[in-house]
């Protein structure tokens, strides 16, 4: 029987707790840094997409104020919207860099795709497609959010894996390296209201078919055997970053 799930987050949920996953369906909260810079970049994409050209400075700013806008009314303290703003900022810009118009050719800007590993399904996101103008090495780059990518095997993230096989079969040009590369920033925690990291940098992984080893394959199987609808809550759970912690071992 395959299970079906909405998206990754979902899924991610439910293998890590299932009880988590039945009532929030995120693993972690999301951190609004990496929310900012995720979509004022998809919106540049779909921008230079549509355009063909690159997005004007003031327009650019423009989709930075309407994004953070969303975000700031969290937080009491406008130093703190302040400083995620900045740093989104700078992250955007790292991102453009990264992709330059010089070196890459947009392919596509957001895209959600379905896929089926093992007895699972889900859709999961891609912010952006490139392609290397190099003739030599042709390389395509999908362009991913993956929270705690500091702290963890990404490849062991069951729904990061199956986003990585599927985007090679879907790759039908001879001779080009799939690359998956994955964002976050290295210090994405909000400790409370009153404080963020003032310091945190755009941390890069990039991942190809060949990084998949054996453990990454068996782990996959094992959680899976747990994608089910029981509701388990985890005793003691050790999750700090699990946003319904304290009322799920408070009941």
């Known amino acids: 029987m395959v299970l079906n799930y909405k998206n990754e987050d979902e899924l991610r949920a439910y293998l890590i707790c299932s009880y988590l996953g039945k009532n929030y369906g995120l693993f972690k909260s999301p951190d609004p840094l990496m929310l ?3 979509e004022c970049y998809e919106k540049y ?15 650019l700013n423009q989709t930075i104020e309407e994004s953070f806008s969303k975000i ?7 130093e703190v919207s302040k400083t995620i703003k900045n740093l989104a ?32 399904s889900f859709s999961f996101n891609i912010s952006a497609c490139f392609m290397k103008r190099e003739a030599k090495n042709r390389s ?4 991913s959010f993956f929270p705690l990518l500091n702290r963890y095997d990404a490849l062991l993230d069951v729904p ?12 039908y040009r001879k001779n ?6 994955l964002y976050d920033a290295d210090l994405p925690t909000i ?9 945190a940098n755009l941390t890069k992984k990039s991942f190809t078919i060949e990084n998949i080893k054996d453990k990454h394959i068996v782990n996959a199987n094992l959680n899976l055997t747990i994608a089910n609808n029981q509701i388990r809550k985890i005793p003691m759970c050790q999750n700090f970053y699990c946003p319904i912690r304290k009322e799920c071992q408070n009941e």
Not at 45 to 59: A, G, R, S, T, V
Not at 160 to 170: D, P, S
């Open 89 to 120: 900022t700078i992250f955007l810009n790292d991102l453009i860099m990264q992709y330059n118009i010089k070196d890459y050719i947009l392919i596509s800007p957001k895209i959600q795709i379905p896929t089926t590993y093992e007895n699972v």
């Open 45 to 59: 994409i779909l921008y230079i997409f549509k355009n063909q050209e690159d997005m004007p400075i003031e327009l």
């Open 36 to 38: 900012l810079t995720k």
């Open 72 to 78: 700031k009314i969290l937080f009491e303290d406008k």
């Open 176 to 181: 080009t390296m799939v690359f998956l590369d």
């Open 191 to 199: 400790l409370n209201r009153n404080m963020y990291f003032k310091k």
């Open 140 to 143: 395509i780059h999908y362009v």
């Open 160 to 171: 990061t894996l199956a986003k990585l096989i599927k985007l090679n079969e879907l790759n």
